[in-house]
């Protein structure tokens, strides 16, 4: 049978089919993966992070080696359990996390860093946390109260000092004091700022053991809500 020119299809069908061809062959291009929208973040859980650095601090706080090496050992089960290395930057009093991966013979190789944000650093020394001024200054000034209730005014006089000191110089809790502090409100502060009395100063190691222990009955202070991880107490 003769093909006429009446046989031939419309060029509008021709054309939707070269279309529908077209979409069929075409095939989707994979998606850039520098518009990933996935960020990594510390994978380390922030309560063992806080566990961390209790250990570091009570490491550092004990005068017995054994429990010193003890706790540090502790320390290093928790992180490393999660793929992390604890190590202290002495320059700045600094503890940090950082992943076991990029780390090589106990160094960090910083061709395997593709970003910083999954370290963790936590500050040993110098002021708190100072959003939570507020919530740190009435718990201290709370455990003041409770040991003015509980013991002798020698104590309480001293308590209120060191709140003051501890609120006020690092926006730690009483009960947070390192032993540098300590001896910096022994010496410095309250020498000069807390006109001690005679009795004061004759009972002021066991005044300070006074406040300690008064203030494991005192609830702590409220997480402060622009904190991004609770506190450490």
């Given at each position: 049978m003769t093909r006429t020119n009446?046989?031939?299809?419309?060029?509008?069908?021709?054309?939707?089919?070269?279309?529908?061809?077209?979409?069929?062959?075409?095939?989707?291009?994979?998606?850039?993966?520098d518009e990933s929208t996935d960020e990594r973040v510390p994978d380390v859980p922030a309560d063992i992070v806080d566990e961390a650095e209790r250990l570091t601090r009570l490491a550092r706080q004990t005068d017995d080696d054994a429990a010193a090496a003890f706790y540090r050992e502790r320390r290093d089960e928790l992180v490393e359990a999660h793929e992390y290395v604890p190590?202290?930057?002495?320059?700045?009093?600094?503890?940090?996390l950082y992943p076991a991966e990029w780390m090589d013979d106990g160094t960090v190789q910083l061709d395997r860093i593709e970003t910083t944000d999954r370290a963790v650093e936590v500050s040993l020394s110098g002021p708190g946390d100072a959003?939570?001024?507020?919530?740190?200054?009435?718990?201290?000034?709370?455990?003041?109260?409770?040991?003015a209730e509980?013991?002798?005014?020698?104590?309480?006089?001293?308590?209120?000092?060191?709140a003051a000191f501890m609120s006020n110089h690092y926006v730690r809790?009483?009960?947070?004091?390192?032993?540098?502090?300590?001896?910096?409100?022994?010496?410095?502060?309250?020498?000069?700022?807390?006109w001690p009395s005679d009795d004061q100063l004759a009972v002021l190691e066991e005044s300070l053991s006074v406040i300690e222990s008064v203030a494991a009955d005192v609830d702590g202070p409220a997480p402060s809500e622009a904190s991004d991880r609770p506190s450490s107490r």
């Open positions: 009446d046989d031939e299809p419309p060029e509008w069908a021709k054309e939707r089919a070269r279309e529908v061809m077209a979409a069929e062959t075409t095939t989707e291009e994979p998606d850039d993966p190590r202290l930057r002495e320059e700045d009093d600094t503890l940090v959003d939570r001024y507020e919530a740190i200054a009435a718990y201290n000034e709370a455990v003041a109260d409770a040991v509980a013991r002798d005014a020698v104590h309480a006089d001293t308590a209120e000092s060191f809790a009483v009960d947070d004091a390192t032993p540098d502090m300590r001896e910096e409100f022994r010496t410095e502060y309250l020498p000069r700022n807390g």
